[in-house]
């Protein structure tokens, strides 16, 4: 079991910045890959970014350049810094894990909210 806690979000200008803090707890040791999704208002979950315990990244298109994923080597925890914010990243953010098993646990959300 793993357990995943999401802190950071808040309400920020365009523009601006926020950084992501996801903690894991549990089994940390069968941890794969831990990453980021987010869901907005009407819209379906979309991965944002991932990190391996290896060390590689992806993101999607929407926020290459501006997001940067990084985690501890022991995929104990994982940040998501988000730089040049915009109206469109407005939405739930979701820290999820995925085990060397193929399980795949989930944070609660945590909610970023991008002003004009």
């Known amino acids: 079991q793993v357990q995943l806690v999401e802190s950071g979000g808040g309400l920020v200008q365009a523009g601006g910045s926020l950084r992501l803090s996801c903690v894991a707890s549990?089994?940390?040791?069968?941890?794969?890959?831990m990453g980021w999704y987010r869901q907005a208002p009407g819209k379906q979950r979309e991965l944002v970014a991932v990190?391996?315990?290896?060390?590689?990244?992806n993101y999607v298109d929407s926020v290459k350049g501006r997001f940067t994923i990084s985690g501890d080597n022991a995929m104990n925890t994982v940040y998501l810094q988000m730089n040049s914010l915009k109206l469109e990243d407005t939405a739930v953010y979701f820290c999820?894990?995925?085990?060397?098993?193929?399980?795949?646990?989930w944070g609660q959300g945590t909610q970023v909210t991008v002003s004009s």
């Open positions: 549990g089994s940390t040791f069968s941890i794969n890959g």
């Open positions: 990190v391996t315990r290896g060390g590689n990244t």
């Open positions: 999820y894990a995925v085990t060397n098993k193929g399980s795949t646990y």
